[in-house]
Nanobody, 123 residues
């Protein structure tokens, strides 16, 4: 089992920054890929960024490339999503998810989810 807890969401003006945190706990966290998905009202949940925990492979959606950055703190079992130059279209509930080994683009492949954190970007 892997438990995930997100934090760091909030209200920010366009052009601003936020940093989301995903704290993971479990027996074999080092074997899990961690991904950030987001879901805006009336839209499908989409993959934003992902990190294969042990291999270092990283993915970013085109819509967030050069604005969002993933990093990890192995000692704290935490993955951070630094979000810069935020846009109103980034407004969504952001979810942290985990699966064994490598990341996947499909949300159906992730068996562990956090509760979500709301990011609101005002224009």
């Amino acid at each position: 089992q892997v438990q995930l807890v997100e934090s760091g969401g909030g209200l920010v003006q366009a052009g601003g920054s936020l940093r989301l945190s995903c704290a993971a706990s479990g027996r074999t966290v080092s074997s899990y890929a961690i991904a950030w998905f987001r879901q805006a009202p009336g839209k499908e949940r989409e993959l934003v960024a992902a990190l294969s925990w042990s291999g270092g492979s990283t993915y970013y959606a085109d819509s967030v490339k050069d604005r969002f950055t993933l990093s990890r703190d192995n000692l704290k079992n935490t993955v951070l999503l630094q979000m810069n130059s935020l846009k109103p279209e980034d407004t969504a509930v952001y979810y942290c998810a985990a699966r064994l080994n490598n990341w996947s683009p499909s949300r159906l492949d992730y068996g562990f989810w956090g509760q979500g954190t709301l990011v609101t970007v005002s224009s």
